[in-house]
């Protein structure tokens, strides 16, 4: 891993390892940073990775990951590894599982879809397939894409 030449070890905060190739901006928009917040963070992208071919690296220091965001971040990097560093250390590595469901975040590309309808209803997928993800409303059983996925996070 030659990104170990690109940016220093962090003391203390995580490091989000093995995102896939241009994601890192899709995660750090699920994390809500938009660096007006003060964290230091480090945003590698396109690195050479043994095992990816190329993949990014965020780095963020003082911030931890709750369990909710590191579910969303599986949308978009679904091998994605979170670390935390305390001290310089890594003192946890978890690879998070996809969500068997996701409420709340996405929305459905079906226009007469009823939570396209009723601003009281809440969105509702839930994973039909991990790679590549897919998603399937509850209310009508629309499919979403990886690529649709990210596209929502993204705008
Ligand atoms: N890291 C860091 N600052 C630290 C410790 C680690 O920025 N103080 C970063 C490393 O550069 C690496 C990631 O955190 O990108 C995970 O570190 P480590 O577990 O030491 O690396 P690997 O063994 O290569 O991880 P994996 O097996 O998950 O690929
Ligand atoms: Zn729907």
Redesign the pocket.
């Known amino acids: 891993?030659k990104?170990?030449l690109i940016v220093s070890?962090?003391?203390n905060g995580t490091?989000i390892?093995?995102i896939p190739a241009g994601r890192a901006l899709a995660v750090l928009k699920v994390l809500g940073i938009k660096g007006i917040e003060g964290y230091r963070i480090a945003l590698v992208m396109n690195a050479e990775s043994s095992k990816m071919g190329k993949k990014d690296?965020l780095?963020i220091e003082d911030r931890e990951i709750e369990e909710k965001e590191a579910e969303l971040i599986t949308l978009i990097a679904p091998d994605a590894?979170i670390?935390i560093?305390k001290d310089?250390?890594?003192v946890g590595?978890r690879k998070q599982e996809i969500p068997q469901e996701v409420v709340g975040l996405l929305r459905c590309t079906n226009p007469s879809c009823i939570t396209n309808n009723d601003v009281e209803a809440v969105t509702r997928f839930r994973t039909i397939k991990r790679k590549p993800l897919q998603l399937a409303c509850e209310y009508c059983e629309t499919r979403l894409t990886e690529d649709e996925v990210v596209r929502q996070i993204l705008g």
Do not use: L
């Open positions: 891993m990104s170990g070890k962090i003391r490091v390892d093995h690296i780095k590894t670390n560093i310089y250390e890594v590595k």
